[in-house]
């Protein structure tokens, strides 16, 4: 779980997507036109990432007690 955790693939995807809607476009005429670009990308991107698990709570658990055998045998 710690590679999902630490990972920043989140952040690189929405980076590359605003690469790519803003090269699309080329110039904007103001920066109200920017954000009316990229605000609901950004908005759509954290709803999308808000409802994901990235690890399970049994597996927690299971984890936990696997560790607290593992340090009193030890």
Known sequence: HHRKIHSTNVLERFNKEVKRRTKVVGAFPSDNSVLRLLVPLA????????????????????????????????
């Open 43 to 74: 908005v759509d991107t954290n709803a999308k990432w808000l409802d994901r698990k990235y690890v399970s709570w049994d597996n927690l658990v299971q984890s936990e007690e696997a560790e607290e055998e593992f340090t009193e045998n030890f």
